[in-house]
């Protein structure tokens, strides 16, 4: 009776440290490798439109170009591709480049990023 009682409380001991280890496994790999949950803070920008003129804004990793108007805002649901740097292109209503915006993501917050800031891409 006894030997039974230590064998499943070893069941239970080992689950419950396999369990630990994934874990801490999944902790490492979100620190190093960016968020693994889609709904984390650290994937969305908040894009405050401060210029007096309407813009497009594209994330430059196959995002679909938003219209932003001035005084405006708009919240992008982190990169495309999921990291924890962007980019962004600015544009006019017609088309042409104003210039981009790079954005590093915060694990624990969403980041807001001025248009007024975008620089020359390159």
């Known amino acids: 009776m006894r030997t039974i009682?230590?064998?499943?409380?070893?069941?239970?001991?080992?689950?419950?440290?396999?369990?630990?280890?994934v874990g801490w496994g999944l902790s490492v790999?979100?620190?190093?490798?960016?968020?693994?949950?889609?709904?984390?803070?650290?994937?969305?920008?908040l894009v405050?439109?401060?210029?007096?003129?309407?813009?497009?804004?594209?994330?430059q990793s196959g995002g679909i170009p938003i219209r932003i108007a001035p005084g405006k805002t708009w919240i992008f649901s982190g990169t495309a591709w999921g990291g924890?740097?962007?980019?962004f292109l600015v544009t006019n209503v017609e088309g042409?480049?104003?210039g981009?915006?790079?954005v590093d993501l915060d694990r624990r917050r969403m980041v807001t990023v001025?248009?007024?800031?975008?620089?020359?891409c390159g």
Not at 5 to 21: D, H, I, N, P, S
């Open 100 to 102: 981009c915006m790079f």
């Open 5 to 21: 009682k230590r064998v499943g409380g070893m069941r239970v001991f080992l689950a419950l440290l396999a369990l630990l280890l």
């Open 48 to 59: 405050v439109n401060d210029t007096s003129g309407l813009v497009q804004v594209q994330d």
């Open 114 to 120: 001025e248009v007024s800031s975008a620089r020359p």
């Open 29 to 45: 790999l979100q620190d190093q490798y960016g968020p693994i949950d889609p709904t984390d803070p650290a994937r969305t920008i």
């Open 96 to 98: 042409t480049t104003v």
């Open 84 to 87: 924890l740097h962007g980019s």
